[in-house]
């Protein structure tokens, strides 16, 4: 079965611009989930959706905001790039279950803004 | 508050030997789960490990084990037998339930296994 994909896997970008990622589940999995990583601030949660839907939400700007398809593949946009959006970007993606899901991460995206 | 913390410097361990890697959290829900992860140099989130808080026995993925003391609210990491291929960053997290509930992540641990 074919891991969690990211593309694009590294993007330079300037201050101002805005950028979307994308990110593909395992098949099967439903929820997905973002996470930014810094040197600074270790891996913060961005957002999670489930079917379509924002479940759950980290505390980052407006500029931050993501989507979900119906083929559970998602995209997370930020508008208005600061310096301090360079980051690796992580996607996970977890299949429902009844207890507490797994999650499986991609290889990241590599944001450098300049 | 800081929900899980690791603070053990940089680890060495000589290759083929054990190592253990620390991990505390804090919760007051009675039902959570707990996850490590290793991050190579590469990126990459590997899971590693699953202990949930109701689980009777210690996790075990082959050379991976949890030792889950919950009343010191400890789920510490054991690596048997060290390969030069552990080298990375660890990462210790844990999910809790709620409807806001989401994977929270300790600020990691690395790991230079020697040969």
């Known amino acids: 079965k074919a891991g969690v994909t990211q593309t694009p896997r590294y993007l330079i970008k300037t201050r101002g611009q805005q950028v979307t990622l994308s990110c593909s589940p395992i098949?099967?999995?439903?929820?997905v989930s973002w996470y930014q990583q810094t040197p600074g601030q270790g891996l913060q949660f961005l957002f999670e959706?489930?079917?379509?839907?924002?479940?759950n939400k980290g505390n980052f700007p407006g500029r931050f905001s993501g989507r979900q398809f119906s083929n559970s593949r998602s995209e997370m946009n930020v508008s208005t790039l600061e310096l301090g959006d360079s980051a690796l970007y992580l996607c996970a993606s977890s299949f429902p279950t009844t207890g507490f899901e797994t999650q499986y991460f991609g290889p990241g995206t590599r944001l450098l803004v300049l | 508050a800081q929900k899980i913390t690791q603070t053990q410097p940089g680890m060495f361990v000589q290759e083929k030997e054990a190592v253990t890697l620390d991990c505390t959290y804090d919760t007051s829900d009675p039902s959570y789960g707990l996850f490590w992860y290793k991050q190579p140099s590469s990126g990459e989130m590997i899971f590693l490990i699953y202990?949930?808080?109701?689980?009777?026995q210690n996790a075990t993925e082959g050379r991976y084990s949890l030792n889950f003391q919950k009343a010191r609210k400890s789920a510490n990491l054991v690596i048997s037998a060290s390969q030069l291929g552990d080298s990375a960053m660890y990462f210790c997290a844990m999910r809790e339930t709620g409807a806001n509930s989401k994977l929270t992540f300790g600020k990691g641990i690395t790991l230079s296994v020697r040969p």
């Open positions: 959706y489930f079917s379509e839907t924002q479940r």
């Open positions: 202990q949930g808080s109701y689980d009777q």
């Open positions: 098949s099967g999995h439903r929820s």
